[in-house]
Every structure is written in C-alpha cells, then in structure tokens.
C-alpha cells in the first residue's frame, strides 16, 4: 500500500503544473493561457490580421495583479529582460516582443522574476506558436 501511495504521489508531482491551453476566439485570434504558482500567461496572436496592423500580446499577472514594470524571464536556454506596462507586452515593441517569445517558444520550463519575487511554472511544452515574432 505505501508503494502504491508513493508512486501515486510521484505521479502528481511529475505532471506539469501547467499547460498552454488553446483557444481561437470569433474573429480568429489564438489565445494560449499558462498558469502556475501565483502566476497566469496567456498570449494572444493574430495571425490572419483580425487587427490593422495585426497584434499580438502577452499578459501576465503575478499574484493576481498585472505586471507592470521590469522583468526577467528565463527558460533553460534562453533569458529575456524586458518591460511590461499595465501587464502587457505587445508586438509592436519589436526586438523586445521577439526576445519574450523566443524565451517562452525555448522551452517549457519558465522563471519569471519581477518586484523582488520569482515566479516558476512548467507550461507543459514551449508555446507552439511565434506569435509574430518572427515577422
């Protein structure tokens, strides 16, 4: 029995905190959301132009609040410093968006540190998608 409750805790210890969950909404953006210990992502692609010029962003809340101000996110590979305003990141900030998403697309192991506070998750796998930034 203690067996089986060891290898039944491994088990849930093993599994990602996290996945980038998918959605496309009415006018065709692709919505990926990844959540963990005090900390929500979801990224929003435009791949077919729903908006002119089309848009993409990232949202992050820590702790529930939006980021706003500096950051540093790190996947095993790859680390990115940048800033958000009001808890988003967006496309048009060009070699700041492609430095965020080739962090997120590195790996799916993520660190995120900002206000004095680090933040871990596991998205399960790197985010699918460039998101733009390879425009």
């Known amino acids: 029995m203690k067996h089986m409750a060891l290898a039944a805790a491994f088990c849930v210890v093993a599994v990602p905190a996290s996945a980038w969950d998918e ?12 959540s963990g210990d005090g900390i929500s992502a979801t990224a929003v692609c435009d791949p077919d132009g729903a908006f002119i010029p089309p848009t993409n962003h990232l949202s992050v809340t820590l ?3 939006p980021l706003d101000g500096e ?13 958000m305003v009001s808890g988003s990141a967006v496309s048009r900030d060009g070699e700041d968006w492609k430095g965020l998403v080739g962090v997120l697309r590195s790996g799916s192991q993520i660190e995120l540190t900002a206000n004095g506070k680090t933040f871990r998750f ?9 998101c733009g930034a390879d425009a």
């Open 23 to 34: 959605e496309t909404d009415f006018r065709g953006l692709h919505i990926y959301t990844a």
């Open 63 to 65: 702790d529930g609040e």
């Open 71 to 83: 950051y540093l996110i790190k996947s095993p590979t790859q680390a990115h410093q940048g800033k």
């Open 122 to 130: 596991d998205t399960g796998s790197p985010l699918p998608v460039s």
